[in-house]
Nanobody
Framework: QLQLVESGGGLVQPGGSLRLSCTAS????????IGWFRQAPGKEREAVSC????????SYGEFVKGRFTISRDNAKNTVYLQMNSLKVEDTAVYYC???????????????WGQGTQVTVSS
């Protein structure tokens, strides 16, 4: 069974950068589209970015467009989310998820990681 583990979160100052990783085990990640989602306290889970199984189609939530970049290295069974120009409002738990379609819709994903905390604060 596919398992996903996020890493790379932490505390960063506004304007700083972090790179999140989502590494798969139990199956090869090249069989799946991957989405990144985030959830802040008291708020609904929202889509951040997604990438299809081949890496040909990338999508971003409007609020992170131009600041975040999703990529994948299927040889390493890993998907990355490079986050630049971080803002306080980016503070959330970030989750990666695997599914079929590579859409910015949480219901389309079948497997989820446990999340990694990103805190943006001065």
């Amino acid at each position: 069974q596919l398992q996903l583990v996020e890493s790379g979160g932490g505390l960063v100052q506004p304007g700083g950068s972090l790179r999140l990783s989502c590494t798969a085990s139990g199956d090869t990640l090249d069989n799946y589209a991957i989405g990144w989602f985030r959830q802040a306290p008291g708020k609904e889970r929202e889509a951040v970015s997604c990438i299809d199984d081949s890496g040909d189609m990338l999508s971003y939530g409007e609020f992170v467009k131009g600041r975040f970049t999703i990529s994948r290295d299927n040889a390493k069974n890993t998907v990355y989310l490079q986050m630049n120009s971080l803002k306080v409002e980016d503070t959330a738990v970030y989750y990666c998820a695997a599914g079929v379609y590579g859409l910015l819709l949480a219901d389309e994903y079948d497997y989820w990681g446990q999340g990694t905390q990103v805190t943006v604060s001065s």
